[in-house]
């Protein structure tokens, strides 16, 4: 499980966003959404017929290959399985576009549920969500999911790969 690609999109006057720090945020979900997939699939590892590599390890792997964030992007599927050791890799990779500010959208929403006036909760963002399988046996991707999930920009990176894995999961090809 890589850390996912993640690419945010926002109005970068709100809050006075810099692109650098929009850089750093996207860096920084990019491992909460791996920690939230990789829990996802810890806590239901009797349900699959492979194992899953800790991410820990994952990534201090990475780090003593030199492997950063910004270069991991530009390896192929099979050149990161060899640096890691391992027979397949699942990838992921979040975009979102923001159209309000996060805390913003989470005090409209917040009104919009308890009011029942969900007219008062604007399109808060859009998400898309991916994952890829691939394995190296078979020098090809095996699986893919993808997940549009509109209004999302409320919940946490956590909270998003985990109710991506809850639908993914269903479709995911080494089940028991």
Known sequence: MLPFDVQIEKNLQLKKTTAD???VQEEREAYQYQSGVFQYLMDRKKDFAVNFQDIDDTNTLL?????TYQT???MTKTEMCQALGVDGVISGRFQRRENLDRT???????VS?????????PKQGEANL???LYDVAEK??????QNDDWNSSYRSP?????????RAAKKFPYRR
């Open 63 to 67: 780090k003593r290959k030199g492997i």
């Open 140 to 145: 090809r991707v095996v699986w893919t999911y």
């Open 104 to 110: 913003a959208s989470r005090v409209l929403d917040l």
């Open 130 to 132: 991916s994952l890829t």
């Open 158 to 166: 956590e909270e998003m790969a985990q109710g991506l894995m809850a």
């Open 72 to 74: 991991l992007r530009s």
């Open 21 to 23: 720090r929009l850089r």
């Open 113 to 121: 549920r308890q009011t029942e006036n969900f007219a008062l909760s």
